[in-house]
Nanobody, 121 residues
Framework: EEMVESGGGSVQAGDSLTLSCTGP????????MGWFRQAPGKGREFVGR????????DYADSVKDRFTMSRDNSKHIITLQMTDLKPEDTAVYYC???????????????WGQGTQVTVSS
């Protein structure tokens, strides 16, 4: 583990929540960053990715227009702003760092331990 997530919690549907993830200085801006999530009983899935300088982002269809990624390379941190949360967003959220801007989780080299997000209806 090289990344550390924070900011998870329990919220109501329609609420907003912001996750943060910090990592070693050497990964910023050398590595692209991604967020993934794993719901109970399901495999880990792609949520979003952000390029090395933060100029490009891409999201899964399920979160597009609701989630926003950003990064501050000077502070070695990335964030995931989540709005209009739905019960189906309930999952453990992971941040990851990879050399290339990819969707496939196998392309990411460094991972955090995950942070739980629970959305109640």
């Amino acid at each position: 583990e090289e990344m550390v997530e924070s900011g998870g919690g329990s919220v109501q549907a329609g609420d907003s929540l912001t996750l943060s993830c910090t990592g070693p200085e050497r990964l910023f801006p050398a590595y692209a960053m991604g967020w993934f999530r794993q719901a109970p009983g399901k495999g880990r899935e792609f949520v979003g990715r952000i390029s090395w300088t933060g100029g490009s982002t891409d999201y899964a269809d399920s979160v597009k227009d609701r989630f926003t990624m950003s990064r501050d390379n000077s502070k070695h941190i990335i964030t995931l702003q989540m709005t209009d949360l739905k019960p189906e967003d309930t999952a453990v959220y992971y941040c990851a760092a990879g050399r290339f801007l990819r969707v496939d989780q196998t392309d990411y080299d460094y991972w955090g331990q995950g942070t739980q997000v629970t959305v109640s209806s």
